[in-house]
């Protein structure tokens, strides 16, 4: 038996709704590997019942699977924001959204973070990031002065297979982007910063006064 077969099997169930939407990215979209699944699933949907966020933000739908794990432990007067660059995911986002019981909670905004967060003129308790991995210092100096003091940053991928630490594989600007991140929020001085070694890296990042 598989490590993640063994977690799998010791963990809350993956919910009817999530379990299609995962299968669905296997079989219909391009790097499925991008979806959260089962395991980092149900750690966002215990984070979030943990901050109890009033406002959520999230920096890259894809398929929906994570948006839906947030929404699924956000307590009820909570919000929560999701954009996605890629117009093609939107119809299906759409719909898989209005099947949730806190579809009316749950606000999609196709097209670049970079120029929609100003627009929301939102502060937020708790952000995913998991978007173009060469923008994420970009996306962080856009939040930080719209952050609620005590708020939670998660940034996904901050491991990246394993590049991080492969020298022969820095050159590429994704890999750059990443390093570039880890290394700027080590050192933020109103950050808090822990890795989890989970999949592809989780960063949390709690945000200082």
Known sequence: MLLDDYIEAHISPEPEQLAR???????????PRMCSGHIQGRLLKMLTTMIQPRHILEIGAYTGYSTLCM?????????????????????????EFALHPAAERIHL????????????GRQWDMVLID?????????????MPRMRTGGYILADNTL??????????????????ILRFNSYVAAHPRLETAIIPLR???TLLHVLP
């Open 200 to 202: 592809d890296g989780l």
């Open 21 to 31: 939407i995962y299968r669905n990215t296997c079989l219909y979209h391009l790097y």
């Open 160 to 177: 990246w297979g394993g590049k991080v630490v492969d020298a022969g594989a820095r050159p590429d600007s994704q890999t750059q982007g």
């Open 71 to 95: 929404a699924e432990g956000m307590p009820p007067e909570c919000q929560l924001h999701t954009i996605e660059i890629d117009d093609e995911n939107e119809d299906e986002l759409r719909r």
């Open 109 to 120: 905004h196709i097209g670049d973070a970079l120029e929609i967060i100003p627009a929301l």
């Open 131 to 143: 978007a173009n991995k060469r923008h994420y210092i970009e996306y962080l100096e856009l939040l």
